[in-house]
């Protein structure tokens, strides 16, 4: 009897221990962490927080409009509904490099705006606390400043998805 309550009390003693470990610091700094979906387009790796990211896929097709900027490559049907894909190099004013033959798209949505992001390359979800940030260089192109987070350890660059959605130069609203 008494080898029975000994297994007993060290049973209670590591489940206490377990629930110490998923409800202790540790576990308030799991909290802290977000989910970055990272996409390559034109030798840089861009991150887009998952709270505004829609989906990713490979783009199925692309039809050119006209009297649109440069970085808005075309429109896609995505779900019965049409989406602008935007080329985010030429959006920050950086060299656009070459579409690959099977380009992804990140699609991208808040503040009542959709649009679907070309990637050379879905790179995957990564999960980042607050310090694993860095702030953004300070040489960074303006346009691309204005939307950098900051950057990760290995360089790649965090974007503030709420400002790309809201930012003025999105809207088209050339009339012909």
């Known amino acids: 009897m008494d080898d029975g309550?000994?297994?007993r009390e060290a049973i209670l003693k590591a489940r206490a221990a377990r629930l110490a470990r998923r409800h202790g610091p540790k576990a308030e700094a799991a909290e802290d962490l977000a989910g970055w979906l990272f996409f390559r387009r034109s030798?840089?790796?861009f991150g887009l927080e998952t709270s505004c990211v829609?989906?990713?896929q490979v783009l199925g097709g692309l039809t050119?409009?006209?009297c649109v900027p440069p970085f808005i490559m075309g429109v896609t049907a995505l779900r019965?509904?049409?989406v602008a894909i935007m080329d985010l190099p030429l959006f920050l004013g950086l060299d656009p490099g070459l579409v690959p033959e099977t380009p992804a798209v990140v699609i991208a949505r808040g503040h009542g705006l959709e649009t679907a992001l070309l990637a050379d390359e879905v790179l995957g979800v990564?999960?980042?606390a607050e310090t694993d940030k860095l702030p953004a260089p300070a040489n960074l192109p303006l346009a691309l400043a204005a939307l950098c987070r900051g950057v990760?350890?290995?360089g790649w660059l965090l974007l503030d998805g709420d400002a790309l959605l809201t930012d003025q130069n999105l809207l088209v609203e050339e009339r012909v």
């Open 5 to 7: 309550i000994q297994i």
């Open 43 to 45: 030798r840089r790796i």
């Open 54 to 56: 829609l989906e990713a």
């Open 64 to 66: 050119p409009i006209p």
């Open 80 to 82: 019965g509904r049409v």
């Open 126 to 128: 990564q999960s980042l």
């Open 152 to 154: 990760t350890t290995q």
